[in-house]
């Protein structure tokens, strides 16, 4: 299984970013799947979710109004639009994929999923 990351860049405070996420070796339209993020010390965070259908999907108080996740089962690809963006956006942002076939759940905690990409770093200036 491949999750392949891409879309990071630099970027000035209210400047916008589309992440993609391409998956391969696994049933994708069949597995929820998350953007998650890390700075530098501070613990991985919840970003975004989504269900294996796109149809439902959910994003904390703190991105909501700025962050949408959508997902293209038939390009195994997941993405992030990321729009007035903040110097606290700053982060290594990795997509991950749910570890239960079929879950209808979003799960907000890491450990719920099993696969994940190598990370792309955001970097929003001040």
């Known amino acids: 299984v491949q999750l392949q990351a891409s879309g990071g860049g630099l970027v000035p405070t209210g400047g916008s970013l589309k992440l993609s996420c391409t998956v391969s070796g696994l049933t994708f339209s069949r597995y929820a799947m998350g953007w998650f993020r890390e700075a530098p010390g501070r613990e991985r965070e919840f970003v975004c979710g989504i269900n294996w259908s796109g149809g439902h999907s959910w994003c904390p108080d703190s991105v909501k109004e700025r962050f949408f996740i959508s997902r293209d089962n038939t390009k195994n690809t997941l993405y992030l639009e990321m729009d007035n963006l903040k110097p606290e956006d700053t982060a290594v942002y990795y997509c991950?994929?749910?570890?239960?076939?079929?879950?209808?759940?979003?799960?907000?905690?890491?450990?719920?999923?099993?696969?994940w990409g190598q990370g792309t770093q955001v970097t929003v200036s001040s």
């Open positions: 991950a994929a749910d570890k239960k076939f079929g879950n209808l759940l979003i799960e907000v905690n890491a450990r719920e999923y099993i696969y």
